[in-house]
């Protein structure tokens, strides 16, 4: 063991009794396991207690915990076998708490152990023996750390940008250096831009700072801030800031562009520059000095120029104020060179410095005197209106007076009528018949006091001579399918205009009410509709309706009886029988044809005579072909008639008593003749009635109604009627083409030839509708059909309407201030429908006369209107086969407007335009919004009653379902299946 001066490691004396004989007994006694004390040895002896030896050592520290600096006093103590104290040498060794023996910050000195270290320590009494005998519990000494006398202060970044956080340690020593405990707290100098929570700092402002750790009762502050240095974050912010930021015309305006982080950090940049505005000019590249010389407010905006860069842009408003006034003029509106008398024109003053810009708050305080003749009349401010109430020259003045003394003057001629335009032909409202050749509008027009300044024709100027009194129109030009416009507009040289839009309608021909279309409806029957070679259970194809009617014939009535007399035998067929006859249908080019084999067909044979025999006859079938010709009477009526028919008997077997075999030969063919003629005529006198009656039913009887699509209409009840005219059979199917008429009580004052006929564009397309495979019934309606309806609505009053204030009651006019409404509709020619003008479905209406009545602002107006426009016509179908027709949207931009008189404090002719973008933007909106998308017409497609054909079959018709519509070039084409 070492002396006390190793470090770890002392010496202590104890007691040794016997300690020879003691290892001279250990050595010659085995070991035996036992209970006794710590360390003990027993030893078995049956007469002499064992001598005393050294068991265990045991170590005493005083005290246990202790500050970093203190000592402990450490005793040893040695016990026997029997817990006696034992004289031995011992001494004591120090681990540190990892298990090894204890050097730094340990001394000790005889049983004076002194640390400096804090930490856990281990003082174990030893005996070394030999043996070597360890205290197995050692005591644990606690050392702890002494007061704190100094801190240290550490940060991982001093170098931060705005807006970054940082962590602060702080380490609180004792006197030994020993990691000391106490409560620290975090110090920032300046605080300003710095905030502290808790052991991190968040630093906001840019700049430099000291940090350091103190204790929390502030009795011990760090002898060694940390210097920590922050800069500005990225740029957020540009600003702009003018000097000034009111200049007057020429003067020069300077841009700086501070930039700021999120923290408001100023930030440099250095590639800056001001974004363009119309009517600056810069004087240097970056656009950073200004100068204007037009008045107004600019917004100015400093931008980085690398596109990267993305910050907030706070603009800034650079006011450029006018200059003194240089310039007086005064504006007229409306400036014309001549007015009519009683017209009111708007005076305003206007003030402008030597750069043009207006200084419209000055120019409102100018007065402005109107004479006649020399003769004070009038004196108005800027906004007020000179009323030229006497024909002749009005001359107007104004005066800014000092210090400026400008003067403006102005002298304005005052007409009492403006131009005249009469057209001749196409007179207003005529509805003529061409081929598509040119015609020619004429007219004259006139004005006699000033004489025309300008003349447009649908918007082509006319070749005069300014002052010219008269131009007589003669314009050549080729009419338009449908509805045609005219446009004229007459301005004279004192600025008068005169306006005019009339309408007419251009066809190839016209269909009076009433008056039969021989082609106003097809029908298409598929070769799948006549027989689609599926046999039952659904009546959904012709030979499959002929086969239930054949069911029902009584084909035995034909058969004669007898059927044959010879030799004084009369032979008898009777109680006919047969399995189910097997029918096809086939179209060829004019005519169809009908297949029927009757298989498996047996009779029985009565011969009476002079041995009454019995017997019977049996066929294997009988094949009969039909030609069945298609035509239509003069009075709509579908007529088939049976054509060539070839019958084939085949198996014929006759079984009769052995008696009379010998007359077999001479009745066998008379009884091939008989079943092949009756069942030829059965399919000769049934078949074509019934085959008839089926295509009859195709026919059109009904009446339906035009809903009012106008508050105040009336609904209109139309009689349609179409029958066949003519039937054609081909290789695809049967076609049969439906005569048309359509009627209703007139109820227009108006006359017309009749409906619009498209009589193929003009020759150009006469149209024709194709049939989809897929599809065993196909309708194609004409637009002349389509025409006949819209124009039986027409005559009908359809469009006769009268609404008052409470149809309106609903009705947004917006903020106008409109009261006491009511409108009366009058259609002079009835609406038409064309796809000649391109490949779309046009609704057409002119010369819609429209009188308003109302109070606009307190004011009574009324107002007399004539209109014309157009929209595309949507045609639809129902799942239940009704076909409607409907108007698409009604653009109130697009419609012709010509205004025939004005009654109205507040509006005249001359002030037309003003006029029509009011009534265009508020009430016409809203009445053409009520017609679009409303019903016009719809009526059933036909339906085919089985119980005409037969009345086995009464309750069952056919219908089409599954309706694909398609509008074709002339038609809208309906097809689908039953």
Known sequence: MNDSSTPGRGRVTAHIIGVLGLVGLLGALPACDGGGAKGAVDVVSDTTPAAPALARVETTVTPDVVSAGESVSVACRALDQYDADFEASLAFEVYDANGHLASDGVTVAGDEVSFTVAGSFRVMCVHEGPPRVEDTSPVEVVVEAGGAVSIQTSLFLTDLTAGQTVSVGCTVKDANGNAASAETTVRVSPEDGATVTGRSVRFTGAGAYSVVCALADGSLVGDDPVAVTVSPGPLKVLRTVLTPDTIHPGERVAVTC???????????????????????????????????????????????????????????????????????????????????????????????????????????????????????????????????DTEGFWDLSAATGAPW?????????????????????????????????????????????????????????????????????????SARHGLNTIAIEATDVGGQTTKIAQSFLAAPGWKKIGERFARGVLVHLDKKFLDDGVRGPKLDDLVEILGRVLAGFDIASFIPSPVVSYAGYDVYLENLRYDAPILALTPADGKLRLDMTIPNLAVDVDAQGFIDVSGRVTVNKIHITMDLALSVDQSGNPRVTAGTTVVDVQGLNIDVHWSINWLINFFEDDVRDALASSFTDTLKQQVPPAFQ?????????????????????????????????????TLA???????SRVSTAKRVPWSAPGSFVRGG????????????????????????????????????????????????????????????????VSGHMPPVLTDCLDDQLHLQIGELQVALSLSFGGQPMNVTMVMAFEALANVSVSPEGELGLSLGAINPGDVVIDVTSVDSPLFSIETEDALVQLLREQLLGQLLTQIAGQSLAGFQLPEIDLGQVSPALSGQVISIHDIALERQRGYVTLQGSP
């Open 761 to 824: 564009c003009f020759g150009a397309d006469d149209g024709e509708p194709t049939w989809a495979s897929g599809k065993r019934i196909g309708f194609g309606l004409t637009t002349d059909l389509l025409n006949q309806i819209l124009f039986a609505a027409w005559w009908g009053g359809a469009l006769e309407i009268t609404m008052g204030e409470e149809q309106f009651a609903g009705m947004d006019l917006g903020n106008v201030p409109v009261s006491d409404l009511s409108v009366v």
């Open 733 to 739: 199917g049967l076609d049969l083409d439906l005569g």
């Open 405 to 477: 003394n400008l003067t403006a003057t102005r002298r304005l001629a005052a007409d009492a009528s403006a131009p005249s335009i009469d057209v001749t032909y196409p007179a207003r409202g005529a509805m003529i018949t061409t081929n598509g050749s040119t015609i020619t509008l004429s007219g004259v027009v006139r004005d006699a006091t000033g004489g025309l300044a300008s003349v447009r024709v649908n918007g082509v100027p006319q070749a005069i001579t300014t002052g010219q009194q008269e131009l007589t129109l003669a314009i050549p030009f």
């Open 693 to 729: 009656d089926a295509l009859a039913a195709l026919s059109i009887e009904q009446t339906f109604q035009v809903p009012a699509f106008f508050p105040g209409m009336l609904p209109i009840n139309i009689d349609l009627a179409a029958k066949p005219t003519a039937i054609r059979a």
């Open 258 to 388: 501070p930039g700021e982080d999120a923290f408001g950090n100023p930030v440099a940049l250095e590639k800056i520059i001001t974004l363009p505005v119309d009517g600056l000019d810069a004087t240097d590249a970056s656009r950073m000095t200004l100068t204007t010389t037009r008045a107004g407010n600019y917004p100015i905006t400093c931008v980085p120029k690398e596109i990267w860069v993305t910050p907030a842009e706070v603009p800034a408003t650079l006011t450029v104020l006018a200059g003194d006034p240089t310039r007086l003029a005064l504006v007229i509106t409306p400036d014309r060179q001549v007015y009519a008398v009683g017209a009111s024109v708007l005076v305003t003053p206007t003030l402008e410095d030597a750069w043009g810009n207006a200084l419209t708050d000055l120019a409102e305080s100018v007065p402005v005197e109107a004479r006649f003749g020399g003769v004070l009349e009038e004196t108005v401010h800027g906004g007020e209106r000179v009323h030229l």
